[in-house]
């Protein structure tokens, strides 16, 4: 068992002290010590996007990322991309679109959607589809995905 180190994870607005081992991802931190399980463990190998966060805006996969390289850096998760009771307008699309199926990967694209949009909020077709490579939905592709996310953008798929 590894010694653990001290250190200070600031998620979704809040800091949090924490001490966890050196090898402890942040997947696991988020679910087991902060209880946001809104992230989930999909593959644990970075290739379905379930586990998919924003790290100082940048979408990272938190199943790749060691929780002690991350002191003091924001962390946004899917639970402080709802406002209050109101869906955010990316899980609005998604519904509307009939876009959300099991739901397992939503969290992931919802991040990764978000992270697209922030930095241009008017992408192409092929930019989301682009943007979306990184997670994998296996209910039912991609098509009402991509729709639902142009449909906030002005574009068409």
């Known amino acids: 068992m590894s010694d653990k180190i001290s250190l200070s994870l600031r ?3 809040a800091s949090h002290a924490l ?3 050196p090898e402890r991802t942040l997947l696991e931190v988020l679910r087991e010590e902060l209880r946001h399980t809104g992230t989930k463990r999909g593959c644990d190998q ?3 996007g ?3 966060v924003l790290v100082d805006g940048e979408p990272v996969f938190s199943c790749l990322s060691l929780a002690v390289t ?3 850096r924001e962390i946004t998760t899917i639970e402080a991309v709802e406002a209050g009771n109101e869906l955010h307008p990316i899980q ?3 519904v ?3 876009a959300v199926q099991c739901g397992f990967c939503i969290p992931g694209i919802v991040i990764t959607a978000k992270a697209l949009l922030d930095r241009n909020p008017h992408p192409t077709v092929d930019e989301i589809r682009h943007a979306l490579g990184s997670n994998t939905c296996r209910c039912s592709g991609y098509a009402r995905i991509v729709e639902a996310i142009a449909s906030l953008t002005g574009e068409r798929p």
Request: hydrophobic share 40%.
């Open 11 to 13: 998620v979704n607005g």
């Open 19 to 21: 001490s966890v081992a």
């Open 46 to 48: 970075g290739s379905c």
């Open 50 to 52: 379930a586990c998919m």
């Open 70 to 72: 991350l002191r003091d």
């Open 92 to 94: 609005r699309a998604l």
């Open 96 to 98: 509307q679109h009939g």
